[in-house]
């Protein structure tokens, strides 16, 4: 196992990617405060935004999917290692596993999420709201979250496996 | 064999669930796949696409769910700002001259902090690098000195603010107001137990902290900022001023301004606490998408309603309970908390309204029950956070933690039996 600088351009590029969607999620994790403190404020003055709730709900649907790269480098997904510990030889085995597992999942993530933003263009859906959001847009968190998820992944199998828990400090 | 398929499609889902776990995946990815490899035996693959993701888009746009990174970004703010320290101090000074006194100012430090952040490994760990090499020091000895850190630590998913109160609220659409103000005298109650056997516990160590009133001020005065959150978050929520989300937001800001004004947190800091807070809030976040897939799944095929009417059929009130108990129990010993509540909450969630559990009893019920697990051998991660910053063998850190697992085992029949302990706040709530 290498890392991440000693490979390839290809898996370089993937990291890269999924570099691009932490950074996304991380400045919106940061920002997310500020317009909920600012429409509590105005509420409670009397004069409640239309644009906060709905926002704000779509920026935390991104940060939880495009945060998947992040969460699969940090090794923040949860896993039950019971049988790894008993069998410590069946480790590379069940690590393939949960890899090539994820690896489906992600297919199946990405596939059904462009369908649903396929469907929400086509349909000219847009959110019940007075702002009318058409939904495809928050719909292709969907697709893209499930892309870092499978990009990251394949790196994790090209550089080898996170140690797991960083995330809960 | 299709009647065998549509019969129990809903117990394959489970199976599915199971051996997937075991076998290493992703918890989320068990959820998503075995509820949508289960939903091909049964129905139209074309259909059963569809309901997988607009099932678990529906999962991903509940607005109360933005309280979560909100919780998790001040709890990683507040780890950054030396938060723990000067809690630490402060319980220090004013626990003085009993016995057990620094274990007495670890209990109370868990707890103020858990009030902060809503999380229970963040609370034991910011706790347990300042309190465990003191504890040490004066003669605790590991097992007790990590012990205390780890059974402390849970209570941060019963004081609210609790990040497991939030998804219990989301998945039952009980009110995450209501249960927030309902964790605060369980929350109490169970940490006076803790501080009563802590103070009990044996050899006694009587190291005198005392320190002059003046100086238990000025400490006090030095954190003042961090003390006055936790009553300020319940009493905004208490009196419905702010919805838990707002709250989620002001605290952040709060603790954000505060560490900047104290010259505690900088750019980089507060970076790297995004950072974190990032890969929490997704990991959580997939797990409650996939997680509700797999619970609609299984409601759509009957199967809590089964396994309520089997535990009703056989056991009386106590007998179902001591079940669910011990079902947590054991779940607990190889699940986390976040997971296993989005397992077993639809299945036991029916049998408590069947026994007539008020929703905000069973939503404390559960989040004990949750705290169990997080002490639990082999996997309790409250155990494991304390092993990775202390190197306490792990055996010794669950033998310390077992009078806290005992005390929160009691605190479950509590609950059950003195609903009103739960009921009294949120019913006098505005």
Redesign the interface.
Known sequence: MSSVQESTGFVRTLDATGKLMTGCSVVLMIVLALPIVYDALLRALGYPTIWVFETTLYAFIVIGFLGNALAVKRGAHFRVTILAQVFPRAKPALDLISNVSVLLFALLVISSGLYFAWYSWSNTIVSSTLLEVPLWIPNLAIPIGGLGLLLQTVVQMCCGMPDHGEAGD | MMDFIYDYGGFIAIFLLFL???????????M??SA?LASLLLEDPAHA??S???I??QG??I?E??A???FI?TG?IM?RTDAGRDLFEVTKAWAGGIPNSLGVATILACGIFAAISGSS??TA?TVGLVAIPLLLDEGYGQRRAGGFVAGGGTLGIIIPPSIPLILYGVITETSIGQLFIAGVLPGVLMMSLFLLYVALSRPTVRTCHEVPLSEKLRITRRSIGVILLPPIIIAAIYTG???P??V???A??YVAILGFAQRRLDWPK??EA??????????L???I?FGQFFAHFLTFEQVPQTIAQAIIDNADGIGAVTLMILAYVVMGM???S??MLLISIPIFYPVAMQLGMDPLVFGIFACIAMEIAQISP??G?NL??IH?ISRIKLGRLALGAAPFLLIQIAMLYVVYFFPELVLWLPNSMK
């Open positions: 997937f776990m075991l076998l290493s995946m992703p918890v989320f990815v068990a998503g796949l949508f696409f569809r997988f993701i607009q678990s888009w991903a746009s607005f769910l933005v979560l990174p909100l970004l990683t780890q490994i963040a760990a001023a702010f919805t989300t707002e989620g937001a002001l952040v800001v507060l970076r995004a950072v974190v807070a990032t890969a929490t809030t997704s990991m976040f997939m797990l998408v190889f699940l986390e976040a997971a082999p996997i991660v494991f956070t990775g």
